[in-house]
């Protein structure tokens, strides 16, 4: 081994083995891997001379991450990074053994029901400002949109005059991939009066949609999805994920799902004092109350729930 190999940290390794990755691969998982090293790994283990990282070392990565809220699922994608990394160092023989593949990944059950008070809520959308999922964010934490339901949203389900959205459709996911499909259940299908909040934030996106569909030219195709990607496609959930992580790290807050915007709408409403049936209704739950109420009204309700509550916490 040479005197650099020798000295070559987990940062340096991480970034080469970046660099010689395959040209066969997606740029989703490109990015991915990418946010792992970046956000992740450097911060946490980048200092450390490959040759001395221990397995003890990536244990107290992966706990750590647990204890921050990440799921275990995505603690396994980081070792499963850091495997890959090491596995191209043994490949180059700068170690001797590959420490990832010793250690497993730490279960990490999160308590649930975990939700973003006012003050982080808040939080989030001023460091969202600007980005180009801040109006998603905005309606995912005020209206409490499934990910699904939101992504699968077109122009024509939205009355913003009227301050009106129409849930019809969701994204479904069929061998590898996202297009559109059913609601999750038939409550699901709802009608929502939008939190003033809302309705100014969609404004500004539509704006900045009709923008970037100038700047594609010939490449957009028009769909009417309200979050396409940048060529006006369906967007894959998993970006939605990383986006928001990216916000929340970068908000202070830690790592955040978006199902957890979801949680924390009804949090927030029940904790301004709107009844636990109007929340039920306004989330599109498929309970026996709910379902009462549904086949009460004959014709969805449009739920009122959300706008009052969210324009006193939020604002105009």
């Excluded at 459709?169 to 709802?190: F, M, N, Q, Y």
Aim: include cysteine.
């Amino acid at each position: 081994m040479t005197a650099a190999g020798r000295q070559m940290t987990v940062a340096t390794l991480c970034e080469h083995w970046l660099r010689q990755q395959g040209g066969d691969l997606s740029s989703n998982t490109r990015e991915l891997r990418a946010w792992v090293v970046h956000t992740h790994l450097t911060p946490a283990l980048g200092a450390r001379r490959v040759r001395d990282l221990s397995a003890d070392d990536v244990a107290g990565f992966l706990q750590d991450k647990v204890a921050a809220g990440y799921a275990r699922a995505t603690v396994d994608k980081f070792r499963g990074v850091l495997g890959q990394a090491l596995r191209h160092a043994e490949r180059q023989g700068l170690v001797a053994r590959n420490v990832a593949v010793l250690v497993p990944t730490p279960a990490g059950p999160r308590a649930p029901g975990r939700s973003l008070t006012v003050a982080e809520a808040k939080a989030l959308l001023v460091t969202a400002q600007g980005h180009p999922l801040e109006a998603a964010l905005v309606l995912a934490l005020t209206s409490g949109l499934r990910p699904g339901e939101l992504l699968a949203l077109r122009w024509d389900d939205l009355d913003l005059d009227a301050g009106l959205l129409r849930v019809s459709r969701a994204i479904v996911r069929r061998g590898g991939r996202v297009e559109l499909g059913k609601t999750k259940t038939p409550t699901s299908r709802r009608q929502l009066l939008l939190p003033d909040l809302a309705v100014a934030a969609l404004r500004e996106h539509r704006v900045r949609q009709g923008l970037q569909r100038q700047a594609a030219g010939e490449s957009w195709q028009d769909c009417g999805l309200v979050f396409p990607t940048g060529l006006g496609t369906l967007l894959d959930p998993a970006n939605l994920r990383r986006s928001l992580s990216q916000l929340t790290e970068r908000a202070g807050l830690g790592h955040w799902h978006p199902h957890e915007l979801r949680h924390s709408a009804a949090s927030l409403l029940s904790a301004a004092g709107v009844p636990l049936e109007e929340i039920a209704d306004l989330l599109g739950h498929a309970t026996t109350r709910v379902t009462s109420a549904v086949y009460h009204h004959q014709i969805g309700p449009t739920v009122e729930a959300a706008k009052q509550p969210m324009d006193r916490l939020f604002g105009p």
